[in-house]
């Protein structure tokens, strides 16, 4: 397994950005699917977005447009720039490759 360890998140007022960062340790990741994933206190972890080896990408309805997933394979890094944040986008954000996952970053957008 991988480790991971998401950075980025914080504080910020609707319509503002954040960019969270994932590092991989111990193996490249760049012959892995990664992902972010989110939780929303009460709620069950979703989806949220992710990106291949080939560098094609998903994203759930509700971010498309306002988010964007990226990897750098040279800094075995992958990032989540999030754009017009609203206060549904608060969450503990999740950084995920196979069966591993990162330790999660808090992500508090106020109205």
């Known amino acids: 397994q991988v480790q991971l360890v998401e950075s980025g998140g914080g504080l910020v007022q609707a319509g503002g950005s954040l960019r969270l960062s994932c590092a991989a340790s111990e193996r490249t990741i760049s012959n892995y699917a990664m992902g972010w994933f989110r939780q929303a206190p009460g709620k069950e972890r979703e989806f949220v977005a992710a990106?291949?080896?080939?560098?094609?990408?998903n994203y759930a309805d509700s971010v498309k447009g306002r988010f964007t997933i990226s990897r750098d394979n040279a800094k075995n890094t992958i990032y989540l720039q999030m754009n017009s944040l609203k206060p549904a986008d608060t969450a503990v954000y999740y950084c995920r490759s196979g069966a591993s996952w990162g330790q999660g970053t808090q992500v508090t957008v106020s109205s």
């Open positions: 990106i291949t080896s080939a560098i094609s990408t």
